[in-house]
């Protein structure tokens, strides 16, 4: 990427006479390509400087960064991908990085192997791959209640084709129904290679950014679908969501909504059913922090208060007194007395 404008405005300094002295807060940017933008950096997010030129703000990836000049101070940088320290997970148990924005399609193919296809007896949904040994998520919802889960996967085969592959035995490893996410783990294969995604940050995400992702909706099998984030901040009862009208339904759900650099930034959990073109994505930062607190939310299938949630006990149909109850003086058991109810 390169950024004319300062150079453009250097060389018209240059042709009219002038001598540009910078401000004291002024920094000089030299980038990869060896051009140079001066300007204030007035804000440093996790992978973009943005830099004021005194008649527009230009957003910078610090990817192309090779050093920052501020006075005599000089500050060198690797010019690779810039990874926030409380966004990374130092087990590697997630990966993080700077994406450079590519086409859909190019990005489809390079995660879409990621995206899972899931299976119950009683319905299907989506996820994706965190890691190289298996472990992936979903929505609670996609497997609350069973315990027979089985995925599938689509590698990408020669000629631009798809091959199906069913895994059974799908291990539920944590539940968090509160925030309707669920950690699940596919049984080691010895000729399979999974591939992965990489989770992303809502630093540089702003309402009209592109977005897309990747399900089964309807139990059509790889759809994808692209829209924009129409807001970053959706409240509902307590939780903020990502709304976007990227077209959703059921069997999206657990499956990843990415930005147009192929790193996700929100697992798709539901949709308006009184409209059109409004969906809901669970924010990454949500799921990361279920990421890192996984052990709080581990299932065992053999303890009750693990992994689930109690319902409340139904109210009473009948207003009123509740009914007494009397001992009988035979068993030692108790009635309602007659007309109570």
């Known amino acids: 990427m390169r950024w004319v404008v300062p150079v453009a405005l250097m060389a018209l300094g240059g042709l009219l006479g002038i001598v540009q002295t910078a401000r004291a807060d002024s920094e000089v940017i030299e980038l990869k390509d060896g051009h140079q933008i001066i300007g204030e950096v007035v804000a440093e997010k996790t992978n973009a400087l943005f830099v004021d030129l005194g008649f527009d703000i230009v957003k910078v990836p610090k990817d192309q960064v090779v050093a920052r000049r501020k006075g005599d101070e000089v500050k060198k940088l690797a010019g690779g991908p810039v990874v926030s320290v409380a966004d990374a997970d130092p087990t590697g148990f997630f990966k993080t990085a700077d994406l450079k924005a590519t086409p859909v399609k190019d990005l489809v193919r390079r995660f879409g192997e990621a995206v899972i296809s899931i299976e119950t007896p009683s319905g299907k949904g989506s996820g994706f791959i965190l890691n190289e040994d298996g472990y992936a998520v979903t929505n609670h919802h996609v497997i609350d209640g069973e315990t027979r889960i089985s995925v599938i996967l689509y590698e990408n085969a020669p000629g631009g084709g798809l091959k199906r592959r069913r895994i059974d035995d799908v291990a539920i490893i944590a539940l968090n129904p509160f925030v309707d996410l669920a950690l699940i783990k596919i049984p080691a294969q010895k000729d399979l290679k999974l591939g992965h995604v990489y989770l992303g940050s809502l630093e540089d995400i702003n309402a009209g950014d592109g977005v897309f992702a990747v399900g089964n909706p309807l139990g059509l099998e790889r759809s ?12 509902f009862e307590g939780l903020v969501y990502l ?62 208060n693990t992994g689930n949630r109690y319902l409340d006990p139904p109210r009473r149909l009948k207003p009123g007194t509740p ?19």
């Open 243 to 304: 709304q976007t009208d990227t077209a959703i339904n059921p069997g999206n759900s657990g499956g990843p909504l990415f930005n147009l650099r192929g790193e996700v930034i929100g697992v798709i959990n539901m949709k308006s059913t009184m409209g059109e073109n409004l969906g809901f994505a669970i924010p990454i930062n949500y799921v990361k922090d279920f990421l890192r607190t996984r052990e709080a939310f581990a299932f065992d299938k053999d303890n009750p």
């Open 224 to 235: 994808v679908s692209q829209g924009i984030v129409s807001t970053r901040n959706r409240n």
């Open 323 to 341: 009914p007494v109850k009397t001992a009988s003086p035979r068993s030692g058991s108790t009635r309602p007395v007659e007309g109570s109810e």
